[in-house]
Nanobody, 122 residues
């Protein structure tokens, strides 16, 4: 089993920044991603990163503002969020899988964190 624990969420004004972290423990993981779910909406893909960290993928809505990175020595993945907008308000979830490659669909991840709230005020 893999346990994922997110941290770093909070309340920030529009235009501000937050950095989310997700620490993984348990079995070795390769694929990592971030998803989010706003009230009344379905969960959506935010970003993904390959095992090496060389390959990344982003939702169009966050490209140029968010950056995903990972530190395999610490088994941790990060999501740096800049120029935040009120529409970024959501619960953010870290997701992991033992498969390689990038993935935008939640079904391609076996392990999920408990989520961390991000609220952006206007």
């Amino acid at each position: 089993q893999v346990q994922l624990v997110e941290s770093g969420g909070g309340l920030v004004q529009a235009g501000g920044s937050l950095r989310l972290s997700c620490a993984a423990s348990g079995r070795t993981i390769s694929r990592l991603g971030w998803f989010r779910q706003a009230p009344g909406k379905e969960r959506e893909f935010v970003a993904a990163i390959s095992w090496s960290g060389v390959n990344t993928d982003y939702a169009d809505s966050v490209k140029g503002r968010f950056t995903i990175s990972r530190d395999n020595a610490k088994n941790t993945v990060y999501l740096q969020m800049n120029s935040l907008k009120p529409e970024d308000t959501a619960v953010y979830y870290c997701a992991a899988d033992r498969s390689y490659g990038l993935a935008q669909w939640g079904i391609e991840y076996d392990y999920w964190g408990q989520g961390t709230q991000v609220t952006v005020s206007s």
